[in-house]
């Protein structure tokens, strides 16, 4: 049995895929992701690493002060080379670019991607101007891309219900290697669908979880949030049934890989079931109820966070329950939600009674 965690593991694997990708960048790079590190996961420092390598990219196909370097030709002082102008010219590259190993491949960035790789951009030069080794920083002089904002796609009520029935009885609509792939996850689909429904986890959040997190004493189970702090969430009834459910049937009969003993949910694999896996679960059943919809595990905590909202009207409930460090995150996504509320206030006053027709 392996000591390491299942976040230990992650942490180590991802460690290794940034050693990669900053291997394939200017060596004086690492200078920043080692002062990012102590604020940052290891997601976002990838997520990083793979923007500014588009942004070099860039410089090496369309500027032309740069068109006879190589990806290691870049210096730390090319970076005072640049205007606002071409970052300008970066952003316009950033809505429509090609792949560089296969130019018939256009990848369109989003409203959200093209923010959050300016975002990176004017993290990434404040750090060397900050410190003085470089002496202009062009980033502060671009706008941010606008962001929209989206509405909130959730399952509504009826639809909660309609999805769990679903999970529990669709068996009798199915036949053959389907039906057989059906009765040996029942029990573990229906269990991670309802968690996820009723606590508000996280995909990540979720398929970290080990089968000592779980408190059935306390209704309660331990998580390890973003950025590695761990704190005890609640949960009522019906996850306590469905947890149990799985746990002393499903996964009882489960033999597991080594090294994945520990793991609360499994794939068929015998293994700590994957991101993907339980994205890809919620689809398959999410698109029988509501095929207009969009459904991911994203979406089913969305729904937790508007019913905790709707029943409590407590938004500072609602953000450290969804784990946010940040309480304006909560109200961005879920304060809106409140409109019918504030509308029963206006019409809960009455400023002059209306004198009654004689």
Known sequence: MSDLTYYDQVNINGTLKLRALLSELPSFVKDFFRGIEPTTSIRTRISYAYDLRIFFQFLLEQNPVFSSYSMQDFKITDLDRLEALDIEEYIDYLKLYSNKNNDTKYITNSERGLSRKMSMLRSFYAYYFKRGLIKTNPTIMVDMPKLHDKAIIRLDVDEVVMLLDYIENCGQELSGQ????????????????????????????????DLNDIDFKNNSLKVTRKGGNQMYIFFGAEVF???????????????????????????????????????????????????????????LRSTYGTNLYQETGDIYLVADVLGHHDVNTTKKHYAALGDERRKQAAKAITLREKNEKE
Do not use: M, W
């Open 241 to 299: 049934e469905a947890l149990y459910d799985y746990i002393n049937l499903e996964r009882k009969s489960i033999q597991p890989l080594p090294g994945h003993e520990n793991a609360l949910f499994y794939s068929l694999q015998r293994k700590r079931i994957g991101v993907r896996a339980v994205e890809n679960l919620v689809k398959k059943y999410a698109k029988q109820i509501t095929p207009n919809k969009h459904i991911t595990p994203h979406k």
């Open 178 to 209: 389907k039906l057989r792939f059906y009765e040996k996850t029942k029990i573990r689909d229906f269990a991670i669908v309802t968690l996820l429904l009723g606590t508000g986890l996280r995909v990540s959040e979720c398929v970290g979880l």
